[in-house]
């Protein structure tokens, strides 16, 4: 019996999972990657599997598909994770009335979902500001990697467990029905997904440019902290987080909010900063982010963006004993339309699959699933 063959072209973390998805489906599958190693924004993140900023339905349930397969993955190559959830703190009536509106919505959809006292949060949780803190949204849902890790280990995974090739160092240059050209190879397959991130409007520039489509870049840092020891014991998030999930529009008080915050903190949402805390499993604090949302990017970063980061960050922790490690720059696509992701066939077996909007960790298991599923 023959095998159906397949090409993927990226080694993010949407082109992994497509590679897997291809591969239970009983495609030979290989990928191909211009660079040596996965560098892209899927080793430039938090390292959230996030459900809770997914809405009810289709995407929240991919999350937790997505979840359930990076943890079985995890587990298999022994890599560290964190199933310590989220918090999202409210440090003023207005940002409680959005949590407690949140609490009963996610409440009555059955999610794991807990509102703490100032007190309990205290109790629970380390290096927490608890000056002028109201209360907490506390859920269970959300797991916490190191990306450089869980992307470096998967690879390996997927040679081992699905005979899935990957081709380092290989640009691909142009992409027809059942052909892939690199540099000096032709690659031949029954199908080929284009899961290259931004870069994909490198080969599909006319696609690329009829989608209501643009790219973001977003500013990170990383620190240490002094204390060897110190673990927060969850992923900490403040009230401009509630104006950035599609989820926490259930809350009806949100608009007012995000007035509160126009009025008092403009250049907040001028430069789509919100503010997370997330800690691996060496300690290291990955804090940000921003959003600047374009074509093209200055190379560089942002100290102004990186101070304001810094200064919301103070309201929420005590960071006086942190050291700044890393800071970086990360670039995705995102659509402009308020669709969460891409699924485009260009021609008669070429598929390009992404457009995920920073949330590729969250999403992309449960997302290459569903797409392979209809091809």
């Not at 959005?98 to 794991?112: G, M, S």
């Not at 699905?162 to 029905?177: K, L």
């Amino acid at each position: 019996m023959s095998t159906k063959s397949a090409i993927v072209v990226g080694a993010g973390i949407v082109g992994m999972a497509t590679a897997r998805a291809l591969a239970i489906k009983g495609y030979k599958v290989t990928i191909l990657e211009k660079s040596q190693q996965s560098i892209g924004a899927s080793i430039r993140n938090f390292g959230m599997i996030w459900p809770i900023g997914q809405p009810d339905g289709q995407l929240y349930e991919r999350a937790v598909r997505s979840r359930e397969i990076w943890k079985a993955y995890l587990q298999t190559v022994k890599v560290p994770y964190d199933t310590c959830g989220s918090v999202h703190l409210a440090y003023d009536d207005i940002e409680q009335n959005v949590i407690e509106e949140l609490y009963e919505h996610f409440k009555a959809a059955q999610r794991p979902v807990t509102v703490l006292s100032p007190d309990k949060v205290q109790e629970k949780f380390n290096g927490i500001n608890a000056i002028n803190l109201k209360a907490a949204l506390y859920s269970t849902d959300e797991v916490i990697i190191d990306p450089r890790a869980g992307i470096k280990n998967l690879p390996s995974y997927l040679k081992d467990l699905h005979n899935i090739d990957i081709i380092w160092g290989t640009a691909v240059t142009h992409v027809t029905t059942n052909t892939v050209c690199t540099f000096n190879t032709y690659h031949h397959a029954d199908l080929i997904c284009v899961c290259s991130g931004a870069d994909f409007e490198t080969l599909y520039p006319t696609q690329f440019k009829a989608l209501p489509i643009t790219k973001s870049k977003l500013q990170m840092m990383r620190f240490v902290p002094n204390d060897p020891n110190f673990r927060i014991g969850t992923s900490l998030c403040g009230g401009l987080s509630l104006l950035h999930y599609k989820s926490f529009t259930a809350s009806s008080s949100l608009d007012i909010l995000k007035d509160k915050i126009m009025a008092e903190m403009p250049e907040y949402l001028q430069h789509g900063i919100h503010v997370m805390v997330s800690q691996n499993d060496k300690g290291e604090l990955t804090v940000g982010d921003s959003h600047e949302y374009g074509l093209d990017f200055e190379p560089f970063d942002n100290h102004f963006i990186n101070e304001l980061v810094l200064k919301y960050l103070q309201k929420m922790m005590h960071t006086d004993q942190w050291t700044l490690q890393q800071s970086w720059n990360g670039i995705y696509p995102k659509m402009t339309n308020g669709a969460t992701d891409v699924c485009l066939q260009v021609e008669p077996g070429v598929y390009i699959i992404n457009g995920l909007g920073g949330n590729g960790m969250t999403l992309s298991f449960g997302f290459a699933e569903e797409v392979v599923a209809n091809i």
